[in-house]
T-cell receptor, first 116, second 113 residues
Framework: QKEVEQDPGPLSVPEGAIVSLNCTYS??????FMWYRQYSRKGPELLMY????GNKEDGRFTAQVDKSSKYISLFIRDSQPSDSATYLC????????????????FGQGTILTVHP | DVKVTQSSRYLVKRTGEKVFLECVQD?????MFWYRQDPGLGLRLIYF???????EKGDIPEGYSVSREKKERFSLILESASTNQTSMYLC????????????FGQGTRLTVV
């Protein structure tokens, strides 16, 4: 079993839709959780991060972490064609509990297309 | 504006060649990483470096080595390129004081023929 599993998609939604992107993980020692966005022919860029369970909002984006269920989500409201990209969840720890200090573990990525 | 620069966007090499992929960052970051990205597999860690001259194997180090002689530069070496090393290679750097934010280069698309 992979440490991090991400819904593979691809997802295709109309402009204005609410998008939900999801990852599950197996190692309860992960301490911080991130979402990266990668446009075609570019490297990934950090979109949001959080250390704790609960919701964190940034404009149209909400990151949700449920440590008890080992589940994280990214919600995009009022999706735009410019949101079309690959979204990658990532996680890391401080070296305890089987995590490796310094290592970020990524999900497989979900390709999102928002069509006008 | 922070920057991680990879030396080539596209490379085509022959089987058996020794290949060098170079990465330079201008943020004085201690941590640097090499990933490869393949469809359906996401980003897989090849090697990472805590600091100058320090390195650790990632999940898929076989067939690769690295060099970090200066803080700003992290090189990935394919000792004898094989067709199964055809992939997108991504370099990243990060400050250990801000572990949540890794900065990535634009990637090198390597094709081994």
């Amino acid at each position: 079993q992979k440490e991090v599993e991400q819904d593979p998609g691809p997802l295709s939604v109309p402009e204005g839709a609410i998008v939900s992107l999801n990852c599950t993980y197996s190692n309860s020692a992960f301490q911080y959780f991130m979402w990266y966005r990668q446009y075609s022919r570019k490297g990934p860029e950090l979109l949001m991060y959080t250390y704790s369970s609960g919701n964190k909002e940034d404009g149209r984006f909400t990151a949700q972490v449920d440590k008890s269920s080992k589940y994280i989500s990214l919600f995009i409201r009022d999706s735009q064609p410019s949101d079309s990209a690959t979204y990658l969840c990532a996680m890391g720890g401080d070296g305890a509990g089987g995590t490796s200090y310094g290592k970020l573990t990524f999900g497989q990525g979900t390709i999102l297309t928002v069509h006008p | 504006d922070v920057k991680v620069t990879q030396s080539s966007r596209y490379l085509v090499k022959r089987t058996g060649e020794k290949v060098f992929l170079e990465c330079v960052q201008d943020m004085d970051h201690e941590n640097m990483f090499w990933y490869r990205q393949d469809p359906g597999l996401g980003l897989r860690l090849i090697y990472f470096s805590y600091d100058v001259k320090m390195k650790e194997k990632g999940d898929i180090p076989e067939g690769y080595s690295v060099s970090r002689e200066k803080k700003e530069r992290f090189s990935l070496i394919l000792e004898s390129a094989s067709t199964n090393q055809t992939s997108m290679y991504l370099c990243a750097s990060r400050s250990p004081r801000v572990p949540t934010e890794a900065f990535f280069g634009q990637g090198t698309r390597l094709t081994v023929v």
